[in-house]
Structure formats: C-alpha cells, structure tokens
C-alpha cells in the first residue's frame, strides 16, 4: 500500500494517487514502485502547497466589501419579483389596479381561459431568468469577489456573450417551457385556484410545493440511474458530460 497522504486539501486527485500500488518481493519490482511512490507524494504535496498558496492569495487580495457577499441573497426575491409585485396588498402596481377586472376574472367555466395569467407566468421567468443571468455576470468577471477558482485545472474559459446566446437560443428552455405552460394553461389542465388572482401567496404551501417538487425530481433521477443500463444512456448520460461546469450548463 502507498504512504498515508492527507488528501483533505485536494479537490482533484490524479488517477495515480486512487489506486494502490501492489508490493511485490522483487527487489527490481520494489525500487520501481518505491519510486512511483516518492513521485506521487511530491505530487500530492505539490497540490497541497498550491491550494494553501491560493488560500493565502484569497486573503490578501481580497478587497471586497463582506456585505457584496451577500448580494446572491436578493436573486431570490428577484426571481419572485413578478408576483409578489401584483399581488401584495401593498403594493402601487397590484394586479386590481392596473388590469381591468374581466382581464383577470374567471369563472371556472369551459370557454377559454384568460391569457393574462399565462403572460404573467412566462414574464415571471424571465424576471427571475434576468436577475440569475446578471448575478452571474457579476460573479463571472470577478465584480462580486476576487477569488481563485477552486478547480485544480482553473474555472471553464469561455466568451460569456456566447454562452449567453447559446443559453437563450437552447429548445429546453423557453420553447418546451412556453409550450407546456401554455397548453396546460390553455386547456384548463392546472388545478382551478391557478386561473384565480384572489388571495395573496400563501408562503407556507409554496414552501410544501418546492420540497415536494425537489423529492419528486429527486425521485425521477435515481429512475434513470437504476431502471436500465440503456435508459441511461438514452434520456440521462448526457447530464453527466460536464465534469468541469460553468451555469448554463445547468440549463442544458
């Protein structure tokens, strides 16, 4: 077995240093391992020094003001921008004082639904999609922090207008998105409290809603790992090709 090394500071090992090496009577065989060893501890603490290194870089050249750290928190009521605008009491634009009434009105009947609240749902997404694309502009050029990525290889090199463009112009997001919400929307196909602007958020069930909606995505996922080995192939393996990702890739 190889020496003990403290791999706690590592973040990416060579393959070398993930298996064991045999130990084998030879002396020929012996000096040519014991070598391989010696090497792949000077590796190891190689890699330790460079991250201790980038820890003391991080502090010196950090300049930042700590309360710009936090400034991730408001991407969240920046994603919920839309319908907490138009339907707190409190607010100057709610949805009764700029909409006229037979705008959102609905009596649960079998003619049409209004397209008001399928507008307000596709514009909710975008708002939300508008407050990550800028958060993350920030964070990528280095506005909100001067950190040093914590990739052994260094953070993914990238022209950022091109991923944009490439994010913006894929057929998982908008496209699929706005088809299923407008169809399901369209032929009444969500449960009837969606169609109704009545009430205000009720914080509680869309907190339930979430955890509920993440153990189901949680479920499906372990369905694709574990049903077939060709299912896998076919509808999950692609998500697992990005082993050094940047955001957009979380979108693809």
């Known amino acids: 077995m190889p020496p003990h090394v403290d791999i706690s500071n590592v973040d990416v090992l060579p393959n070398s240093l993930l298996s064991s090496s045999p130990i084998i009577e030879s002396d020929a065989y012996e000096n040519k391992y014991e070598h391989k060893r010696t090497d792949d501890a000077k590796l190891s603490q190689n890699l330790k020094v460079k991250l201790k290194s980038s820890d003391s870089k991080r502090v010196v050249y950090s300049k930042e003001s700590p309360a710009i750290r ?36 609905d009596e649960n009947t079998s003619d049409r639904p209004s397209t008001l609240g399928l507008f307000l749902g596709i514009l909710a997404v975008i708002v939300g999609q508008i407050g990550v694309l800028i958060y993350f502009f920030l964070h990528s050029h ?28 894929q057929p998982e997001g908008f496209l699929v998105l706005g088809s299923y919400l407008s169809g399901t929307w369209m032929l009444r196909l969500m449960p009837s409290s969606f169609y109704s602007f009545s009430g205000e958020i009720d914080w509680v069930k869309l907190f ?21 080995v060709e299912f896998y192939r076919l509808s999950h393996k692609p998500h697992h090709l990005f082993t050094n990702p940047k955001l957009f890739d979380a979108f693809n």
């Open 70 to 105: 936090w400034i991730g928190v408001l991407v969240w009521p920046g994603m919920l921008l839309v319908p907490i605008l138009l339907s707190s009491p409190r607010s100057s634009i709610q949805y009764n004082v700029i909409f006229p009434p037979e705008w959102y009105e």
């Open 142 to 169: 280095q506005i909100l922090h001067n950190g040093i990525p914590i990739q052994v290889k260094g953070a993914p090199k990238y022209v950022w207008s091109d991923g944009l463009r490439t994010h913006l112009s």
């Open 208 to 228: 339930c809603s979430l955890v509920l909606q993440d153990f189901v995505q949680y479920v499906m996922h372990r369905f694709e790992h574990c049903i077939s």
